[in-house]
């Protein structure tokens, strides 16, 4: 045999060789029931769109409420408690705009479901007013809800650009205030003086022997404040918290032992640190001579 000679078998299959690997029995099963989850999963997101799209629960929803006001469970009143300074017609046009959005919805005749009167739309209306520190929005059964305000306490007077306005001790606005109306409170002055409140309020209360005598607080700059009392003088704080607090204490231990308020000097500057600086009243000038008259 020559070279050109061809080796038996040499492109035929190889005899006793292994067949492919099928898959078995149990690999099958588990690829079928993950097809008929995910086709399931499928149809159920169709379905959930759909009744998305369509409004289906909240429609099921108004349809429960409603059924409730015709059971006789209907808003047919209210009554509003805690109320000493915000004017009640505010509180009134939240709690009528809710109502009306309610009976919209509700099929016993005019008045809204107990179901559908959102309590939480009501006290997240009134939160938005400077007056309202919380409200409480409760139902009772059958026909009436019960809105219980909670309300800021003015502590001081804002003044700025012009414009008076109460606010609390955190400094929230309340409401404006008529030039003809100032209450008895101190006064703020200046921008950004209601976000210090609680700091002057801390400030003060380490010095319970001038606080009652406070006219004003003025805020320079954004930095610090100048103190004006009521019988006339101005005390120049430091821009630091703690150092304006530690020289204001011991301008108060002087005042107590010497008696500095009410004495006519006009400023008294404790920016330095160790020093006091005072501006005394400018001297009067002398009273004029009259010329006699010519006999």
């Known amino acids: 045999m020559n070279a050109q000679t061809v080796r038996r078998g040499g492109t035929g299959a190889r005899k006793g060789g292994r067949k492919p690997a099928g898959r078995s029995p149990a690999a099958s099963r588990n690829i079928g029931k993950l097809a008929r989850w995910a086709i399931g999963l499928f149809i159920a997101l169709i379905l959930a769109t759909a009744m998305i ?30 109320l000493k300074h915000m004017d009640r017609g505010t509180v009134d046009d939240v709690v009528t705009a809710e109502l009306h959005r309610a009976a919209e919805q509700s099929t016993a005749q005019d008045k809204p479901a107990q179901a559908l009167v959102s ?5 997240d209306a ?20 019960v809105i219980d305000i909670i309300e800021r306490k003015p502590a001081a007077v804002w003044q700025n650009k012009g414009q008076l306005s109460l606010v609390d001790s955190d400094g929230v606005v309340l409401a404006p205030v008529p030039l003809d109306k100032m209450p008895d409170l101190p006064l703020l002055i200046g921008l950004g003086a209601n976000q210090h409140a609680v700091e002057l309020s801390e400030l003060m209360a380490g010095v319970p022997t001038l606080r ?35 020289v204001l204490k ?26 006091m600086t005072v501006r005394l009243p400018q001297a009067l ?3 004029e001579t009259q010329a006699e008259n010519p006999s």
């Open 212 to 246: 009652p005598q406070l006219a004003s607080a003025n805020w320079i700059g954004g930095r610090r404040w100048d103190l004006a009392f009521s019988s006339g003088e101005v005390v120049a704080l430091p821009e630091d918290n703690t150092k304006a607090s530690t």
């Open 285 to 287: 000038p002398p009273p």
């Open 53 to 82: 799209a369509l409004d289906l629960p909240a429609k099921a929803s108004r349809a429960v409420g409603a059924s409730t006001g015709q059971a006789g469970f209907a808003v047919d009143g209210y009554q509003i408690v805690g």
């Open 250 to 275: 011991r301008f108060a231990k002087y005042d107590r032992e010497q008696g500095l308020l009410g004495r006519g000097i006009k400023r008294f500057d404790l920016r330095v640190p160790g020093k």
């Open 126 to 145: 009134l939160l938005q007013y400077g007056w309202v520190k919380d409200a409480r929005v409760s139902r009772r059964l059958p026909d009436q809800l």
């Open 119 to 123: 309590a939480t739309a009501i006290r």
